[in-house]
């Protein structure tokens, strides 16, 4: 027979006490110094008078940088104009001023531009910046496995022409429009460390701040650059951009101190934050904030523009705007943000909300019940934007079925031009010179574009309108306005709302700025006591 | 200890239960699970406005046209909540047996020999050392979104729990002294264990029972907070209530219906197995 | 003892074998590949077939699957795809801040499951056995992501005693890095706790109806000695294959709760991995979490057989 069960010792109340104890002591020692506090005070000792020298600065993001596409723009610009430079920088109407350039003087014909470089200008290997630099710069954009979006522009120098080592002139092969939008755009790297950067082991750039830790997914570590060109700063001992990419507790990192400042709050967020007197809010039109409903013209009933232009009336702007953007952001049925060259009233308003005209135009193209696919990124704030527009189009009669997508896959479609009928996502490139927009961003592309939409009539519009050397003379915005009523009438790209990116900062963060790319300038940037 | 007695399965084990549910934890369990159920399931007629309806008041505080106010879309709460329990019931009700039969035959299979034991072991150790995260991008992926991704899921994730209770279970019970006695008494392996030792080692699987069927409800919400639940605008407890965080510190009253009906269900699944445990023990 | 680690280890290295295979098919079942997303959203198709061929995407399966291996065998895994810098780097240090987060709250889950079990499962007064009751089940019935972003609610923004999230290293910083600790290892723990308070209260109040404690009471054996001396001990078997499965539990969760917390741990690389599908990383790592867990399991198992003399070495 079986033996009785056996009795082994179990661990006695003794052994239990001691280990709770041992746990309550774990939390006592904690008790001598507050993590709160010491993440708040990390920013180093208080002292008054703005601006003021010292402390480290702490940027909370949603997402982690891809080191494959610092030379491009996407989800994280953070890093691009802290440890690099950009040869100019627009001010607010869209005039460059110096940055490593200090002066530029564009041909008559539009088919060359000069440009004088700074001279004391060190990389963070000690190594002086040259002219040699920019033309490594520009080849390297013209590299296809950079994807930068502005290759096209880069593609269109041919020839470099140095006079010293602080003079260049690029030779273009045809007059571009958009040339200071390059300029914007392209971030001067070390050229024996390229490699290294974009596999994510070391930046050596001319930018303030010189990157000394990286841990992937959690965070990035910078110190100032002693030899920076530019005197006196930065202001700042250094910064940290923390990744924390739960929504809620980059909200909570703001409001309690541990993170100074950010760009990636959601708009329903800082709908909530803007009574609070800790935090300065300030919207820029930058970034790739400009809604759309993206239609692929080869599907089944949307080849007509009639049906498409039925979806452009029958979205509630306004109530997506409040409802998904938290009332950050401004209806318009046209790309263009209201600092563009392009922008017009007309355009920003030509369609509104108007179910009936929906529906009689469905009605006039035969397509009264429709179902269609539907795809959008299966984050929250997507998926919420989508339920809003599936509605909305329910009540003109074109059912959808929505198709949740994660990031990777919904991009392989786009590129491979395999879109479902509709599908909604945001864009880029409408903050710049209006013929960037079209030759850079995919989804306006007249080339090629996830829509599959080719017209003549389109690519000649374009083409006129970059072909050229100035951007903003009568002719310029007449193109542009042209440009503008194609998207209109042909729908394969359907504007709602522009939100651009929002400034959050906590009430000690002073200065920050960020150029027409999103990459953010910490130059001038400090911390108050 | 000199006789051993052979336990069989008890004579009556229908009045055993319903003695188990009519004790006081029973009943609570019982009347919970049936108000959620029972609201869910008559949805249709509790409600008339469309779980799907948008309006431009969004967040809204609980009126007459609305009892538990709006979300951020301006749906009707009451009317989501009980869409999404009715989805909830239907898609647990439907994992959670096909996870139990699955893994309680697995381990069946497993007492049958040796290498069977260890075969189903380790598919066990694979199937839960798998991050449920990728096991759902997966078939989701391959399934595209809707309710079999998400019945699929939980099933699998509940086989090895099933699974390695039964085989716990059994395992103990082959060695105590009916067991042993029966097999020197000249029943064969799969007579001893289908009569004798499988009906002794069904108590965890209740427990077990109560803990599945609130995982799955927690399993749909994780997948619905990661993006990979039943196909939007559909509602589901946990479509809602990951859709209510962002408004916790704003609006918690968004929270407080999902969360209480979510509860409420756990609490109730909870209660009656507990009641049923004891009533099988007594 | 011997015998039995003898006929584990073939078989858990089986299990890795086969682990390895799913892991590399799963990865290509799912849509979308790695040189999209290194090409970002407005690169052209020639840009991406350069990466597919530069990175090796354009070789037969086999032939990925077999360098893979080999790469593992050397030991050396390589440079991540997306991510950045060398796959064995991101690992060890998510593992680092795993391993703390994971630890921490299994201690947490022992401390707090087993007084709540033994309360649970002794106490006379009624009210004391319902509070136990309701806290196990309240627990249970609140899904972590509420928990943690309520956790975060009340300590970080409404008393501001802890940091929201974040992670100091353990050797560097102790005081800080078990106040970072804290709300992580609590979320994680809680749902843990509770289904292990529940077996274990389970087994103790079977343990206590069984005929030898009635002997052993009327031999005039103290209550307390029961329980503490024979109840427990008989309960904690099948309590100790619950919180193995329930370690596995709490890696998956350690997905969410690190998400919660901006802990950058393993559960956030695999999150990212996936999310920019960085093959390397997620393959490796996946591998890495099916070996610990064929490892715990066989711990779990020794355990098992150890407390339990009733069951044979097998």
């Known amino acids: 027979m079986t033996a009785p069960p056996r009795l082994p010792t179990a661990p006695s109340r003794r052994a239990l006490l001691r280990a709770g104890l041992a746990g309550a002591g774990l939390l006592t020692l904690a008790g001598c110094r507050s993590a709160v506090e010491h993440a708040r005070n990390a920013a180093g000792a208080a002292d008054a008078g703005p601006p003021r020298r010292g402390g480290v600065l702490t940027v909370a993001t949603g997402i982690d940088v891809t080191p494959s596409l610092l030379f491009a723009q996407s989800a994280n610009t953070l890093i691009q104009r802290l440890v690099f430079n950009t040869l100019t920088r627009y001010d607010d109407r869209l005039r460059p001023q110096p940055e490593l350039a200090t002066a530029w003087e564009v041909s008559p014909d539009g088919l060359s531009v000069t440009l004088r470089l700074r001279e004391d200008v060190l990389f963070h290997s000690g190594r002086r910046f040259t002219a040699e630099d920019v033309v490594f710069a520009v080849r390297n954009l013209q590299n296809p496995a950079r994807s930068a979006q502005l290759r096209s522009t880069a593609a269109a120098v041919t020839d470099f022409r140095r006079n010293g080592d602080f003079e260049l002139t690029l030779v273009l092969a045809h007059p571009v429009s958009n040339l200071f939008d390059l300029f914007e755009f392209m971030i001067i790297p070390d050229r024996d460390s390229v490699e290294d950067a974009v596999a994510g082991t070391r930046l050596i750039g001319t930018g303030p701040f010189t990157l000394t830790d990286r841990k992937p997914g959690s965070s990035l570590a910078f110190a100032r650059n002693d030899h920076y060109w530019n005197p006196g700063r930065p202001y700042l001992d250094g910064v940290e951009i923390r990744i924390i990419p739960q929504a809620e507790s980059l909200l909570s990192s703001l409001r309690t101190g541990q993170t100074h400042l950010s760009y990636n709050v959601r708009g329903k967020d800082v709908a909530t934050l803007r009574t609070d007197p800790q935090f300065r809010i300030h919207p820029y039109d930058t970034g790739s904030g400009a809604y759309y409903i993206g239609v692929n013209t080869t599907a089944e009933h949307v080849g007509d523009k009639r049906v498409r232009q039925a979806i452009a009336w029958a979205i509630d702007r306004d109530r997506l705007v409040q409802q998904a953007l938290g009332g950050y952001g401004s209806v318009s049925s046209a790309p263009w943000p209201t600092s563009s060259p392009a922008y017009t009233e007309a355009g920003a308003t030509h369609y509104r909300h108007d179910p009936d005209r929906a529906r009689a135009l469905l009605r006039e193209a035969g397509a009264e019940r429709l179902t269609l696919p539907f795809a959008h990124t299966n984050e929250a704030g997507p998926t919420a934007v989508a339920q809003i527009l599936q509605y909305d189009l329910q009540q003109v009669g074109i059912d959808t079925v929505l198709q949740p997508t994660d990031s990777p896959t919904m991009q392989k479609q786009l590129i491979s031009q395999s879109m479902p009928a509709l599908w909604s996502l945001s864009h880029g490139f409408a903050q710049l010179h209006p013929a960037t927009l079209a030759v850079s961003a995919y989804p306006f592309n007249e080339a090629k574009n996830s829509s599959r939409f080719t017209s003549p009539a389109y690519t000649d519009v374009v083409q006129r309108a970059w072909n050229r050397s100035d951007s903003d003379s009568p002719e310029a915005l007449e193109l542009y306005q042209r440009i503008t009523d194609v998207l209109l009438e042909e729908q394969f790209v359907i504007n709602l709302a522009i939100a651009g990116l929002i400034e959050v900062a906590g009430h000690r963060a002073r200065g920050a700025t960020l150029n027409k790319f999103g990459y953010l300038n910490l130059d001038d940037a400090y911390l108050t006591a | 200890m000199t006789t051993t007695t052979i336990p069989r399965k008890s004579a009556a084990p229908g009045g055993r239960y319903r003695a188990a549910l009519l004790s006081a934890r029973g009943l609570t369990g019982l009347a919970l699970v049936g108000v959620v159920a029972l609201a869910g399931l008559l949805a249709p007629l509790l409600t008339g406005t469309d779980p799907n309806a948008q309006s431009a008041l969004a967040l809204a505080g609980p009126s007459a046209e609305h009892p538990f106010g709006t979300d951020d879309l301006g749906r009707d709460l009451y009317s989501r909540v009980l869409h999404g329990i009715g989805t909830d019931l239907a898609l647990i009700v439907t994992a959670v047996p096909i996870g139990a039969l699955l893994g309680c035959s697995a381990a069946l299979l497993a007492a049958s020999s040796r290498w069977a034991d260890l075969a189903v072991q380790r598919a066990f150790d694979l199937l839960l050392a798998f991050p449920g995260l990728i096991l759902a991008l997966a078939v989701t992926a391959v399934l595209g979104p809707g309710r079999w991704p998400v019945v699929i899921v939980i099933a699998l994730a509940e086989i090895p729990g099933f699974g390695r209770q039964l085989r716990a279970g059994i395992l103990v019970q082959r060695e105590r002294e009916y067991a042993l006695a029966a097999r020197v008494g000249g029943a064969s392996r799969a007579r001893v264990l289908l009569r004798h030792v499988l009906p002794n080692a069904v108590d965890p699987l209740i427990v077990q029972t109560a803990v599945a069927l609130s995982l799955g409800v927690f399993i749909e919400g994780a997948m619905s907070f990661l993006g990979l639940g039943v196909r939007p605008p559909e509602p589901t407890l946990g479509s809602i209530l990951s859709q209510s965080v962002a408004y916790l510190a704003t609006d918690p009253a968004f929270a407080a219906v999902p969360l209480a009906a979510t509860t409420a269900l756990v609490l109730g699944f909870t209660l009656i197995a507990e009641a049923l445990n004891r009533g099988i023990r007594r | ?314």
């Open chain 3, 1 to 314: 003892m011997r015998t039995f680690l003898l006929k584990r280890l073939p078989s858990g290295l089986l299990v890795l074998v086969l682990a390895s295979f799913l892991v590399f098919l799963i990865l290509r079942l799912i849509p979308g590949d790695p040189a999209t997303t290194l090409a970002g959203p407005d690169a052209g198709p020639a840009a991406i077939e350069a990466i597919r061929s530069e990175l090796g995407l354009d070789q037969p399966l086999f032939g990925q699957y077999a360098s893979w291996l080999g790469r593992l065998l050397s030991g050396d895994l390589g440079p991540s795809y997306a991510i950045g810098g060398q796959v064995t780097d991101l690992i060890g240090n998510g593992l680092g801040a795993t391993a703390q987060l994971t630890l921490g709250a299994l201690l947490l889950v022992v401390l707090i499951a087993l007084p709540l079990a033994v309360l649970g499962a002794t106490s006379r007064r009624r009210p004391v056995a319902a509070a136990v009751q309701a806290v196990t089940t309240g627990v249970l019935a609140i899904p972590p992501f509420v928990t943690g972003v309520l956790l975060v609610l009340v300590f970080a923004v409404g008393f501001e005693l802890l940091p929201a999230g974040g992670h100091e290293s353990l050797l560097a910083e102790p005081d800080l890095a078990v106040q970072y600790l804290a709300m992580p290892a609590l979320c994680l723990a809680l749902p843990s706790a509770a289904v292990l308070a529940r077996y274990l209260k389970d087994g103790i109040e079977r343990a206590l109806a069984e005929d030898y404690v009635r002997t052993a009471t009327a031999l005039g054996v103290s209550r307390r000695r029961i329980v503490w001396r024979h109840a427990l001990p008989n309960a904690l078997p099948s309590a100790v294959t619950v919180l193995g499965l329930q370690i596995g539990h709490l890696v998956a969760g350690a997905v969410l709760v690190e998400r919660i917390f901006a802990w950058p741990g393993l559960g956030q690389l695999i999150e990212q991995g996936v999310v920019r599908r960085d093959y390397p990383v997620v393959q490796d790592l996946l591998l890495l979490v099916v070996a610990v867990y064929v490892a715990v399991q066989l711990l779990t198992d020794l355990a098992y057989t150890w407390l339990d003399p009733r069951i044979r070495w097998e």
